[in-house]
């Protein structure tokens, strides 16, 4: 296993995690969607090596996981990834804030594909108003998101690319 994984890895299962991280019922509605904020950190910062497979493994263990359709999240993650890896360049050279903006609609879509399919399969949540909050929560921490792993990435010297 090359270096890279060894280090994305271990930060990908702590995103899941703190997924999987139990919380009282009136906050949990506001936990943002951790997984995909690092696969979309991690998809951007190292493009040649991580990708949609990555996310697909990653997409498969959090439906396991949630107890979620299998594949659900799998194919939700691979879009984001996908798009990500099309569109890494820009998004580096936008400001943090700019990212956040570009997260948000990342994180909404991502929430858009596992509705349209929770509701292909008569799962859709009754509440589809708190079903988003976690993609704005997301876009407002992930400045700080983005320092902490950049920072991370920049000591296990993964990369010198951004």
Same mark, same amino acid.
């Given at each position: 296993?090359?270096?890279?994984?060894?280090?994305?890895?271990?930060?990908?299962?702590?995103?899941?995690?703190?997924?999987?991280?139990?919380? #009282? @019922?009136?906050?949990? *509605?506001?936990?943002?969607?951790?997984?995909? &904020?690092? $696969?979309?950190?991690?998809?951007? /910062? +190292? #493009? @040649?090596?991580?990708? *949609?497979?990555?996310?697909?493994?990653?997409? &498969?263990? $959090?439906?396991?996981?949630?107890? /979620? +359709?299998?594949?659900?999240?799998?194919?939700?993650?691979?879009?984001?990834?996908?798009?990500?890896?099309?569109?890494?360049?820009?998004?580096?050279?936008?400001?943090?804030?700019?990212?956040?903006?570009?997260?948000?609609?990342?994180?909404?879509?991502?929430?858009?594909?596992?509705?349209?399919?929770?509701?292909?399969?008569?799962?859709?949540?009754?509440?589809?108003?708190?079903?988003?909050?976690?993609?704005?929560?997301?876009?407002?921490?992930?400045?700080?998101?983005?320092?902490?792993?950049?920072?991370?990435?920049?000591?296990?010297?993964?990369?010198?690319?951004?």
């Amino acid at each position: 296993m090359s270096r890279c994984y060894r280090v994305v890895v271990p930060f990908m299962l702590l995103a899941l995690m703190l997924v999987m991280l139990p919380l #009282p @019922e009136w906050i949990q *509605v506001f936990r943002p969607d951790w997984l995909t &904020l690092f $696969l979309i950190y991690w998809v951007m /910062a +190292i #493009p @040649e090596r991580l990708g *949609v497979v990555f996310a697909w493994i990653f997409g &498969l263990l $959090l439906d396991v996981t949630q107890g /979620a +359709i299998l594949g659900q999240h799998a194919i939700a993650l691979v879009f984001v990834a996908f798009f990500v890896q099309l569109q890494y360049q820009r998004i580096r050279m936008f400001s943090l804030l700019q990212q956040a903006l570009v997260i948000f609609a990342l994180l909404m879509f991502k929430q858009l594909i596992v509705l349209w399919v929770s509701g292909i399969v008569g799962q859709a949540p009754e509440d589809i108003a708190s079903y988003f909050i976690p993609s704005a929560v997301g876009a407002i921490i992930w400045p700080w998101l983005f320092v902490l792993l950049r920072d991370a990435r920049r000591r296990f010297t993964l990369s010198k690319r951004f």
